[in-house]
């Protein structure tokens, strides 16, 4: 259901969980968002999570309604009545959500995810090592369906689409 493998998430909770306890505290989930580009204060993502700490499985929850922001905009106005909330679950803005997910790995705006580009994202978030740069050829190969060397939006969007159904 996710882009990201639950052994890949497995592996991000790993690293984030300095201390061995079990569990992240929202420092350690904050320096994550932050390394991908996304924003919060702590009061902002403790009223978001809503504990200090989470476990593996809450971490794997918090990273489903994050990567499908659409389903958790819907929850949210279920849970305040609103009748809006099927609208946003049939009208959502994918491309929208896709095109922001996309800019986090098109480092230079050049509008392609180069290998070098998907190397220093996953080094951002701790998952590159030197094994791991035959895995970004790899990657990059497998959704490139124009043969450019590169993925462009429209096969970010497709291998997205593809991981999420």
């Not at 968002?33 to 499985?57: A, T």
């Amino acid at each position: 259901m996710s882009p990201l493998s639950k052994n890949d998430l497995q592996r991000i909770f790993e690293k984030l969980d300095k201390n061995g306890d079990s569990l992240v505290s929202l420092e350690e989930l904050n320096w994550l968002l932050e390394r991908i580009g996304v924003q919060f204060c702590i009061d902002e993502l403790e009223s978001l999570v809503g504990k200090p700490c989470l476990n593996f499985d809450e971490f794997l929850f918090f990273y489903d309604s994050i990567s499908n922001p659409r389903i958790e905009a819907a929850t949210a106005a279920a849970a305040r009545g609103e009748e809006e909330a099927e609208k946003l679950i049939i009208h959502d803005d994918e491309d929208g959500d896709l095109a922001k997910a996309f800019k986090v790995f098109d480092l230079n705006g050049d509008g392609f995810i180069s290998c070098e580009e998907l190397q220093s994202v996953l080094a951002r978030l701790g998952l590159w090592d030197e094994n791991s740069g035959k895995d970004c050829r790899s990657m990059i190969c497998f959704y490139d369906t124009n043969l450019d060397g590169m993925v462009d939006f429209e096969e970010f969007k497709n291998m997205m689409l593809h991981t999420i159904s």
